[in-house]
């Protein structure tokens, strides 16, 4: 419940305490012997083990330093904190603001400790020719990004003064326009195999970056520049008009019901982030759903009582979930 500042009647602070206690108990249960706080000692085998971060040796015992969830890998048992700044890992999906064009790269400000940067060479052309970079593309720098400019692009590996270097080469990665850009803590987004949604019934994309930042904005259409080769050879007439998306059609405004449901969006992820959830698609989902279904406005949603019924729904949704189990 950290973060939220919202005045509960006396009804709804019980009716929230009372729903959080039971996603409580609910969790302590999943996660009795895995879960522990300050100064808990830790089973560990002393001959082979060995002691990784958030865990002390006090004596003859293993003790954790910080709350967390005790995780082993082989012989090495560390505590992994439940509350913690992101740290990045090759092959992360993060979003991102571009805070300075410097020559033959982007810096870019990723919600971590330092910078990130995007190589003029780690990225596609707007062509979409594979060649050699040349002066006239360190030039033209500006034609792609800016400042204030949003992308999103994948982690790469680390330079030698610890900040991170970064590709997007992939169709998917890109700027990011016609949106809005949310931050929440980092350690609510969880690594997954799919960051990158497309939800066809309200026409949005959702990219959970796992930095924390998560674009939601209109959605477009990715093409593969292989195949729009191969029709362009077989059709050379399309070779002008199809070389870019979108680079023939003047740019169009967002429509209201598109914006509203962008909106409601953000909203329903700025809830689960107040509660404390993790933020997954099923999740935001649902609690969009709950919205449509009690016919809440887009701004009625950041109110008390949702808060209080989106807790009750998490609740009664984890405790059907641990029956069939």
């Not at 990045?88 to 810096?107: F, L, Q, S, T």
């Not at 997007?168 to 890109?174: F, I, P, T």
Request: net charge neutral; aromatic share 6%.
């Amino acid at each position: 419940m950290r973060g939220i500042r919202l005045s509960f009647s006396n009804t709804q602070k019980l009716r929230l305490e009372k729903a959080l206690a039971q996603l409580e108990s609910l969790s302590s249960k999943l996660n009795s012997n895995a879960t522990v706080i300050v100064a808990d000692k830790i089973p560990v085998d002393e001959d082979a083990a060995l002691k990784g971060h958030g865990t002390l040796e006090m004596g003859n015992d293993v003790v954790a330093s910080v709350c967390g969830v005790v995780e082993r890998v082989n012989k090495l048992v560390y505590v992994r904190p439940l509350r913690a700044r992101y740290k990045p890992e090759i092959g992360d999906i993060i979003v991102g603001r571009v805070i300075e064009v410097a020559p033959k790269r982007w810096r870019l400000e990723i919600n971590f400790s330092q910078d990130a940067v995007l190589m003029l060479s780690s990225m596609n052309l707007p062509d979409g020719i594979q060649r050699r970079r040349t002066a006239v593309d360190e030039l033209n720098m500006r034609s792609i990004f800016v400042e204030n400019d949003v992308i999103c692009a994948e982690v790469r590996g680390f330079q030698h003064d610890g900040s991170l270097h970064l590709q997007a080469r992939s169709q998917k990665y890109g700027k990011l326009e016609r949106g809005k850009l949310l931050k929440i803590p980092p350690y609510l987004v969880k690594r997954r195999k799919q960051h990158f949604h497309h939800l066809d019934q309200y026409g949005v994309d959702l990219i959970f970056g796992c930095n924390g930042l998560i674009w939601i904005g209109e959605h477009v259409d990715v093409k593969d520049a292989m195949v729009e080769d191969q029709v362009n050879k077989s059709d050379p007439q399309n070779t002008h008009s199809s070389s870019l998306p979108g680079s023939s059609e003047e740019p169009t405004d967002t429509p209201l019901e598109r914006r509203q449901y962008i909106c409601r969006i953000a909203n329903a992820i700025t809830v689960f982030s107040a509660l404390g959830f993790m933020v997954n698609l099923d999740s935001v989902m649902e609690t969009v759903t709950l919205s449509l279904s009690l016919n809440l406005g887009v701004h009625e949603m950041l109110e008390a009582e949702f808060h209080v019924l989106v807790a009750e729904q998490e609740a009664e949704r984890r405790s059907t979930s641990t029956r069939r189990k």
